[in-house]
């Protein structure tokens, strides 16, 4: 089982900055993708960004690309969420999420969810 710790959420105004973290722990394997989801009241998880492990290959959904960069620090089991030019429609909890490939967590198919970390753009 591997477990997952987020941070970084907050509370940022329209145009801003946040970065987010997600650590893994436990059974944790080299060869995980991992990415996050977001979760906005009232609606569905929904995929925001993948990386694989070789980071060669990242996956960003299209409402959030080119403002927001996934990237993955191995060594530490970490993967970073910097996102920036925030909109109010990026409010949500962020879930934090590992899969067997980026394939895997585009679609869903999950090993592992985080607690999830609030953000909230204000406009």
């Known amino acids: 089982q591997v477990q997952l710790i987020e941070s970084g959420g907050g509370l940022a105004q329209a145009g801003g900055s946040l970065r987010l973290s997600c650590a893994a722990s436990?059974?944790?394997?080299?060869?995980?993708?991992m990415g996050w989801f977001r979760q906005a009241p009232g609606k569905e998880r929904d995929f925001v960004a993948a990386?694989?492990?070789?980071?060669?290959?990242?996956y960003y959904a299209d409402s959030v690309k080119g403002r927001f960069t996934l990237s993955r620090d191995n060594a530490k089991n970490t993967v970073y969420l910097q996102m920036n030019s925030l909109k109010p429609e990026d409010t949500a909890v962020y879930y934090c999420?590992?899969?067997?490939?980026?394939?895997?967590?585009?679609?869903?198919?999950?090993?592992?969810w985080g607690q999830g970390t609030q953000v909230t753009v204000s406009s």
């Open positions: 999420a590992v899969g067997m490939n980026t394939d895997y967590l585009r679609s869903a198919r999950i090993l592992s």
């Open positions: 436990g059974r944790t394997s080299s060869t995980y993708a």
């Open positions: 990386i694989s492990w070789t980071r060669i290959t990242t």
